[in-house]
């Protein structure tokens, strides 16, 4: 099915079917109501404390989901959902965008919302929080936690015209939870719901069921009778790590049938704003040996001073809103309890003691601390109109009077203390997935292991969220070794988004989505080992590569045939055109171009847009680039413009059209070598063994080729180094 925007007035928007399968058509929403009553509701409670852009941003992404939510009204796959995976970022908002679906399915015809909101009581409390919060303007929305003792008449208060939202710890309980849910799935299985699995990849998908086991897991087997108990129900995975949904088989009764993005709002600030290069500012590289075993590193004493500066910039700076830290120390509880009391000894001794004192060497040692703050962050923000440093050193008394430290985890599960300003939070596990912690600042993270998964090490980045007004502030410390793992987790993130992008817009089931993935880094795997093993289909080291991949929007082609021109219009009279064949035609007439590895970069390597299953990324080339600024490898590249003005035609693989069958083209008359790979020109110079960038014009659809619908393909040459860029997927069974 595909849906096309035709008319639309202020009530509702009415879509023309492009695909004219009426059944499958029957079976979503054909005509939606995008300012009913209860999303104008909620947009009156965003209104609140959002701007116009941000509340645009949050209905926009709620506005594509309910295209594709299962029509209420409708009798076509009765008692089978559709299951939709709605993919975000990190701390980017994902629970206003559900918030918003739910409001929109409303709405369209729905009467109760189950939202199984994780794994974690905290979790849990959170998202129940935000829901009373999110809907306290609006009556007939009744919200009820969902346990053991609940005994509400659902169906009388649907009748009376409310709308119900149930929150579920998601735990297969039997009398409780889901256990609780799976009773009232059965007997209100005629009225139309809507199911929300916030954390979605987490414990939903299961190991695959065995001759030993006839079960996947219990939740995952609990969530699936649920959502078939019911006549209508639309199914919403909302996670920022899918990678466990989309490498369970797709035969699986939990694989989405469908995906939507959730676009960050325009603040966002995620995975590249930190790991962009191995030189960002705003990651401090702690020694691997930093731990708290016998005393506390200094490494955290300078991230403790930071934050305690950077509380006190704000206050002098007219800023008096809360501030945390968060340190992770260790997934055991009685490592996280004593290094909870190692730090507050430390405050009370050290910190508080000079602030109590002026005269003392403590008091002097603070402020020479303090002062390393203050220089290192001037030196870093250039331009930014200086605060003297005493007024400074006056707000530390408030600061530390306002800061409290606390250890979470299940030692210490008493309610959270609220009234302090500046918080230390000291944890694991708890301190994890989901949770938000309000405007962390400093980070303070050594833990890790040998190998460690995708989605479990992204799921800790709390630091990410919307920082823009405070980012120059923002710090996080950790190993170099987990610093290389975040660059690579933000390379997948980036490679599977643009993938994804590419894919919707053939309106395909996600089933035919191709689980191939971009990991470059050998200690890492996609997903735990129950839903799925990473393997690894291609590994590509130092050598020749060539790009293969046309997996690109027409948007993103056009980007890329734009850089390429705007390219030669900017360097192509600095150029030489090279002949290296003796035809008459000049088949082989190639521009070539010596440049800078990092002017060529910054210039067109970091604005191509790399296809789905191409063996380069942002993230290949910013390795090499790296290894430039530091020193280990020259820079210098040579660029061919290869058959200069002219293009190339060549086919599709096969029925994908995802990508060509080569892009070398065999041996040529009068060439001294076979194709483009060992490129000799006819004066006999060899550039097989310097570094140079191929960058072909590649015509797909005509075999006359016609310039304006090439596209620019690359091929690289790298002798000098021995990255590896690989390509991974599951080992279950993929349609």
């Keep these: 099915m595909r849906l096309w925007l035709n008319k639309m007035d202020s009530n509702k928007i009415i879509l023309t079917k492009v695909v004219g399968d009426k059944k499958v058509a029957d079976n979503y929403i054909n005509l939606a109501k995008l300012n009913g009553f209860y999303i104008k509701r909620f947009k009156e409670f965003l209104a609140k404390s959002e701007d116009s852009q941000t509340i645009s941003n949050i209905l926009s ?184 949904n989309l490498l369970i088989s797709t035969y699986d009764h939990i694989s989405p049938d469908r995906a939507l993005l959730v676009k960050p709002g325009k603040n966002y600030t995620g995975g590249r704003s930190f790991f962009d290069t191995i030189d960002n500012p705003h990651i401090k590289v702690i020694d691997d040996n930093d731990d708290f075993e016998n005393s506390i590193p200094d490494s955290f004493k300078e991230a403790l001073y930071l934050f305690i500066f950077s509380c006190a910039l704000k206050r002098a700076q007219g800023d008096y809103k809360p501030f945390s830290m968060l340190v992770h120390p ?53 331009g930014i109109i200086k605060i003297e440093f005493k007024k400074i050193v006056d707000e530390l008394s408030n600061v530390v009077k306002n800061l409290n430290l606390q250890v979470i985890n299940h030692n210490n599960i008493e309610k959270e203390k609220t009234n302090f300003l500046y918080n230390i939070k000291v944890g694991g596990n708890m301190l994890g997935r989901g949770l938000t912690l309000d405007r962390l600042i400093v980070s303070y993270i050594y833990r890790d292991s040998k190998e460690a998964q995708v989605d479990t090490m992204y799921q800790r980045c709390r630091w990410f969220g919307y920082k823009n007004n405070y980012f120059d502030i923002c710090r996080v410390f950790m190993t170099k070794e987990l610093q290389r793992k975040f660059m690579a987790i933000v390379s997948n993130e980036d490679h599977m988004w643009n993938a994804l992008q590419a894919f919707l817009e053939s309106n395909l089931n996600l089933k035919q989505f191709k689980r191939t993935f971009l990991l470059e880094h050998d200690n890492l795997v996609l997903t735990r080992k129950s839903v799925s093993n990473t393997v690894s289909l291609k590994v590509i080291s130092y050598g020749n590569k060539e790009d293969l991949s ?39 007439r190639h521009l070539l171009l010596k440049l800078s590895f990092n002017e060529f970069y910054n210039e067109f ?87 140079f960038i191929q960058i072909h014009m590649v015509d797909i659809f005509n075999k006359m080729p016609i310039f304006e619908s090439c596209i620019p393909l690359i091929t690289f040459n790298n002798p000098l180094t021995s990255q590896t860029i690989k390509l991974v997927t599951g080992d279950n069974v993929y349609e």
């Design 61 to 244: 992404n709620s506005y594509q989901a309910i295209y594709n939510f299962k029509n209420p009204t409708g009798n076509i796959n009765q008692y089978s959902p559709i299951k939709i995976l709605c993919l975000g970022k990190v701390q980017s908002g994902k629970t206003s965008f559900f918030l918003a679906s739910t409001a929109l399915a409303f709405d369209n015809g729905y009467d109760i919302a189950y939202i199984l909101a994780g794994t974690k009581l905290k979790l849990k409390d959170q998202n129940f929080n935000r829901l009373v919060e999110g809907f306290k303007n609006n009556e007939k929305v009744k919200i009820f936690n969902l346990n053991s003792s609940f005994k509400e008449d659902i169906k009388d208060l649907i009748k009376q015209g409310c709308k119900i939202i149930l929150v579920v710890l998601k735990n297969p309980a039997e009398n409780t939870n889901l256990g609780k849910m799976m009773q009232l799935a059965k007997l209100y299985s005629g009225i139309p719901s809507i199911v929300i699995d916030d954390e979605g990849d987490e414990f939903t998908p299961g190991a695959p069921k065995s001759k030993k086991r006839g079960i996947s897991n219990k939740t995952h087997d609990n969530i699936v009778d649920i959502i078939t108990s019911f006549k209508i129900c639309t199914f919403l995975s909302v996670t920022a790590t899918p990678q466990a």
């Design 330 to 382: 260790s997934s055991f509880n009685k490592i996280q309890d004593i290094v909870g009391l190692r730090i507050k000894k430390y405050i009370n001794t050290t910190i508080t003691s000079g602030l109590e004192d002026k005269n003392s060497i403590y008091f002097d040692d603070l402020k020479t601390e303090i002062s390393k703050c203050y220089k290192e962050y001037y030196e870093l923000n250039n």
């Design 550 to 588: 046309v997996e690109l929007t027409n948007q993103q082609k056009e980007h890329n045939r734009n850089l390429y021109l705007n390219f030669c219009k900017k360097y192509g009279s600095k150029g030489k055109l090279i002949d290296f064949d003796t035809s008459q035609e000049h088949n082989q």
């Design 605 to 691: 390597l970091s604005k191509l847009v790399f296809g789905f299953t191409s063996p380069f990324s942002l993230e290949s080339f910013a390795i090499i680039n790296n290894r430039i600024k530091q020193g280990l490898q020259s820079d210098e590249i040579l660029i061919m413009l290869m058959r200069y003005q002219k293009g190339q035609y060549r086919s599709y693989t096969d029925s994908t059209n995802t990508s060509i069958k080569r892009l070398f083209q065999g041996q040529n008359h009068g060439t001294k070598f076979s194709g483009d790979r060992y490129p000799v020109d006819i004066n006999g110079n060899d550039y097989t063994n310097i570094p």
